[in-house]
């Protein structure tokens, strides 16, 4: 069980770490690009800031996602990518199906991968609304 805990936490820490520097990098790379122009033409500026925060978003989603099922593949939790990609989904987005679950001594792994995608999405929430800001921080300056 301790054991559980401590590669769960050690998992959302790093990984958490990587999101929000991901998130930085994402956060320059569209300041960067709305104040030099850097296509030189006019664009839909929100709109293209939103494509690029989704694909961002999905970057991190998705590596996050396969990270966990890395994880309970190299623990032996499961034998096949598939059930441990299918657990990490499920698990990480807290839809909980139940049709598949850990050894008793690996549940908490669970509960952590739920709380590390809760922490997830409330930084996605947090970028898209910095996003959604580019446009009034530009008509201030």
Partial sequence: MVFAL????????????VAIALFGVAMRLLQWMDETNAFGYPRLSLV?????????????LTSTVWGWAVLYMALG??????????????????????????????RLLA???????????????????????FPTRRRTR
């Fill in 77 to 106: 939790l499961f034998d096949a990518l598939e059930p441990a990609l299918y657990f990490s989904v499920v698990s990480f987005t807290t839809v909980g199906y139940g049709d598949v679950v850990l050894e008793p001594g690996w």
């Fill in 6 to 17: 401590t590669i769960g936490s050690v998992m959302i820490i790093g990984s958490l770490a």
């Fill in 48 to 60: 293209f800031d939103l494509g690029v925060a989704i694909l961002w978003i999905l970057v991190v």
């Fill in 111 to 133: 509960g952590m991968t739920a709380t590390h995608g809760l922490l997830i999405f409330g930084i996605f929430t947090a970028f898209l609304v910095e996003v959604f800001r």
